[in-house]
């Protein structure tokens, strides 16, 4: 019997091209026959999770036999204190990268568009494809920064949402709190009630708000009922590989994406791992002075060797290795036992981007890329 997939597939995952993840570390080991190999390619938090958050896993491992709460329950509660909103406003996803697949699946019809940045995150982008959507990608201004304004003027009568990384994953920039506010106002004016869905994702939000003009979008959620605003448990909580994501939105649209997700989302171990991490004190001040020593550690020696780089408000720099192809410079760090990522999905063909790592391993990144572009 055969079986015509193409057929039967629908229309918008036929020539989907799937995320590139970064490299995991056993997969060079493997390949390249290497036996020391670091990871800075996905902007991990090297101190990995708290010792409250790895004890809570290990007592909740003997209880893996049970489906987890479906709500979530006491996470959402433990966020809503944590950040002073009502419960009814917290939405949990396997990572925010489920939730914004849910935002795309509940809000996007064929037809419809998103308005995204050139060099934004990508995933906006495939989720907005993968429900038929048409993708307006809007250039950034001169360094890098999304370009609001113009975000704010491309949005028409068939625009569902439009995604903002802030600070953005490559580039590590962000936009102002008076920025931000300027753009909310530009798109109430414009559309009133009609206003399509503006998500703010917020991955490195611990990371960015050291800077004073950085927006406080949670005190924005009550003026804007169209506004949704994304954070994670996965970089300053160092617990990417459980899978645990947040936002916050009016309980309205709360309420229908939790209608859609998949019901037992958050896993047992997610659970517990992250309501340990928001209580414990230390984790987030750590990993702030850490990065921040690295970044001017890292900066400093590019600074030094005459590559140029974009500033970030996140833990990962993106560097110019002009005239070298990114993918190029890629391919040799790893032979050198450094993961880190080519940004041509980006539309960056003369980038990397490194996650700054404990003080070794960005004496480790910095030795092989000063080798390896010589
Ligand atoms: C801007 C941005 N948003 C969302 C995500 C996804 O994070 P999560 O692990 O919560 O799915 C990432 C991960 O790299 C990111 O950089």
Known sequence: MKFNIQKQIRKNCRDFEPYRAGKPIETIKRELGLKKVIKLASNENPLGPCRAAIAAIQKAAADAYYYPDSNSWALKQALAKFYLVDPSSVVLGAGSDEIIELIAKLFFNPGDNIVVSRHAFIRYEMAGKLMGCAVKSVPMKEG????????????????????????????????????????????????????PLV???????????????????????????????????????????LR?????????????????????????AAQVAAMASLADKNQVPHSITLT??????VCRELDRYGIPFIASAANFVLIDVSPRAGADVFKQLLKEGVIVRAMDEYHLHNHIRVTIG????????????????A
């Open 144 to 195: 890098y920064t999304h370009d609001l304004v113009a975000m704010a003027q491309v949005v028409t009568a068939r625009t569902k949402a439009i995604f903002i990384a802030n600070p953005n994953n490559p580039t590590g920039t962000y936009n102002t709190a008076q920025e931000f506010k300027k753009f909310m106002d530009i798109v109430e004016k414009r559309f009133g009630g009609n206003a």
């Open 358 to 373: 404990t003080a070794a391993q960005n004496t480790m990144f910095l030795t092989a890329l000063k080798k390896v572009t």
């Open 199 to 241: 998500v703010v994702d917020e991955a490195y939000y611990e990371y960015a708000r050291v800077n004073k003009d950085y927006p406080d979008t949670l005190r924005l959620l009550s003026l804007y009922p169209n506004l949704i605003i994304l954070r994670t448990f996965s970089k300053i909580y160092g617990l990417a590989g």
């Open 244 to 268: 645990v994501g947040y936002g916050f939105a009016s309980p309205a649209i709360v309420d229908f994406i939790d209608r859609i997700r998949p019901p037992f989302n958050i896993n047992v």
């Open 292 to 297: 921040e020593q690295g970044k001017l550690s």
